[in-house]
């Protein structure tokens, strides 16, 4: 798909909860040409001590009249306002970077590369989503931001989903409002006890799985690298297929500084290689990735 750089303008830089914020952006030509699970990379103008750009997960997509578009009509003809055109990225205000993002207002100007990376790629997923009785959708953290437009699209495609949040504290379950018209159920759980179960998010995820050894899932997961690594050796345990959205530091974007390499199983053979996660990924099958 069509990657586009280039100079858009802030709609709006909402605060939310616990250091988050919901940055919606003018861009009509990104929004229209991404796939679920993609991500874009952010550049601050104007500042000549902040080089990198920061990736974002694209959270949402949304069209002119501030109404959600069907993702499978996105490059359809549409009534004029109702065509993809507002990019919506969820963030936390974290390190030196994303607080200066956090200060833009409306009508700021940033530089945008968009969109980025192998998403959720439906001629990969669906004949295990097929097979499935019920996707199980496990967000951590901000990593809830890379699964509402994967969630949105199985939606669409009338897929029975559930949500399991985890995150420190109750301020830190940000996004999670977008999810209820998608899922039949949502399985909160924070660190602190402040919501839901008190302790990581794996926990109640693996009581679900254990009480339904007879069904079958597709587990689809995102967050930090720790809860994947627990979600996954679930999913190995109780035999389901599982996709996860990897987040790594990035330094390009595009595959050529090699910064955000992961090891990974080669094919058809019991060596290692890399692969780069904002290219080849940031959704990979759980069994390709390298976990030790």
Known sequence: MPMHDEIVAIRENRPLTGGHY??????????????????????ILGR????????MSIFNVLAGDGRAPQLRTARAKSRPGQSPRILQLLYKAVGRGTRM????KQ???????APLGHGFVE??????????????????GIGIAALLLPAKRLAEMGFKQRLFFGARSRADLVGRAEFKP??????????NGSAGHHGYVTRPLEEYLAARLDKKFLIIACGPSPML???VELANRFHHPCLVSMENRMGCGLGACLGCCIRVHSEGDEAEAYQRVCTEGPVFWAEKIVWR
């Open 182 to 191: 998608l899922v039949r159920a949502t399985q909160l759980a924070t660190e």
């Open 229 to 231: 690594r627990a979600t």
């Open 48 to 55: 000549s001590d902040v080089l990198l750009r920061r990736p």
């Open 22 to 43: 919901l940055l919606s952006l003018d861009a009509p030509r990104q929004a229209s040409a991404m796939q679920p699970g993609q991500f874009a990379m952010l550049r």
């Open 123 to 140: 001629e990969e997923y669906l004949p295990r989503a097929r097979e499935a009785d019920e996707i199980l959708q496990v967000a951590g």
């Open 101 to 104: 993002i956090a200060e833009l």
């Open 107 to 113: 009508g700021d100007k940033v530089g945008l590369l």
